[in-house]
């Protein structure tokens, strides 16, 4: 598959920048998939405006992938048919409901989904390159658009066999990079390395999380520098600059002409929280890109109340070892998940965790989307 098969108006909506929750994984007590919130999961990003999804990813829990979990395929599968039911339920004419508190008919289709368009399905791709493939080509066959490329398994490659490796990959897929920080399993990557990886023609875009503004500017600096500023989108997974990451015109030199570029979106974990209050956030981000308006500091005190929440929520004072757990209690609170266990029993909140997650609560809610969660819920868990 190449990126001219991928719809010309999903691919220009991905070049434009949307919200992409990276999606969690719904557990039983038991540790065994919950499917009906595993799909009630799906639906609620999708309802609440989000452009597409990322499954398999680092907050989907690697580990799906163990022969005795066994879970990538199920997975993965489960929400290819969700998103595809929802699309055709949107585009389907909806049968009047009612609404429960004033008795009136109401027309679902009538109800505004934001961001509506064509949604994008990005698998996670891991492991050596055989795996790699492997793992391409069950997301092609369950219908996704690209694969979201992990090398942390290539810890001691060189920058040849790396780029190898992803041309190889992306041969058969549309790839998005992934700069996944060293603290949760990824490795460095050096601007050396980027600047050959977005020569590579089938690169969708790029997910640039290292947590760390050097190696931010490595990966901007390097499609800049390739010219491909319309060819490839950028995507922030810098959980913990969010608001600067997008708001930021990068310009590498002076010179009006110099090699400029723009992080449009963002593939976050973050995101598959209060995932409304995301997509409200980018529609204001673009706004002010589009009317070219300067930088109010209200923006400035927004970036950081917003990192504020991201290290309760990803336990950052603990090396993020709390940070799928931290995750899995917002969505427990609004009901979306029954409980916050991970595959890994020794994975959970840290020590403290709970009650930085509180303060934040308390602190920011306006940026919970929970009242939409209520309303919706019984909805989205429908078998």
């Known amino acids: 598959m190449k ?58 829990q690697f580990a799906i992938r163990k022969p005795n979990v066994g879970l990538l395929e199920p997975v993965l599968t489960l929400a290819a048919e969700t998103v595809d039911d929802w699309e055709h339920r949107r585009a389907a004419p909806a049968e009047p409901t009612t609404a429960p508190t004033t008795g009136k008919a109401v027309d679902r289709a009538s109800r505004e989904v934001r961001g509506a368009g064509p949604i994008l399905k990005v698998a996670g791709l891991c492991g050596d390159t055989a795996q790699a493939i492997r793992e ?11 694969g979201l490329l992990s090398l942390s398994a290539l810890r001691a490659a060189t920058v040849d066999a790396l780029v190898d490796h992803c041309r190889e990959v992306a041969s058969g897929i549309p790839v998005v990079g992934f700069y996944l920080q060293p603290a949760v399993g990824g490795r460095v990557l050096p601007h050396a390395f980027w600047r050959r990886f977005v020569e590579i023609e089938n690169v969708l875009a790029i997910k640039i999380a290292p947590f760390n503004r050097y190696q931010t500017l490595d990966v ?8 491909r500023q319309n060819e490839i989108a950028l995507y922030t997974g810098n959980d913990d600059q969010i608001v600067l990451d997008l708001l930021t015109p990068f ?21 598959a929280v209060w995932t409304q209050g995301a ?47 931290g995750i899995h209690e917002v969505l427990r609170r609004q009901g979306l998940l029954e409980g916050i266990w991970c595959l890994d029993p020794a994975e959970g909140l840290s020590p403290g965790q709970a009650r930085e997650i509180d303060r934040v609560c308390r602190a920011y809610p306006s940026f919970n989307d929970d009242a939409f969660v209520a309303e919706h819920l019984d909805e989205w868990m429908r078998d």
């Open 136 to 146: 391409a080509r069950l997301a092609l066959d369950r219908g996704y658009h690209a």
């Open 220 to 227: 901007v600096r390097a499609v800049a520098a390739a010219g």
């Open 251 to 271: 310009r590498f030199g002076e010179d009006p002409a110099s090699p400029s570029g723009q992080i449009v979106g963002g593939l976050l974990g973050h995101w």
């Open 279 to 325: 997509v409200a956030l980018l529609d204001d981000i673009r706004e002010r890109r589009r009317n070219a308006s300067p930088i109010d500091p209200a923006w400035l005190t927004r970036a950081a109340r917003i990192t504020d929440v991201n290290a309760a929520l990803f336990d950052a004072a603990n090396g993020f070892r709390g940070c799928i757990a």
């Open 3 to 60: 990126l001219a098969d991928i719809p010309p108006l999903l691919r220009r909506r991905v070049l434009e920048g949307m919200v992409i929750p990276a999606h969690p994984l719904a557990l039983t007590a038991d540790r065994r998939l919950d499917e009906r919130r595993q799909r009630a999961l799906t639906r609620y990003y999708l309802e609440a405006g989000a452009g597409g999804v990322a499954v398999g990813v680092h907050t989907t």
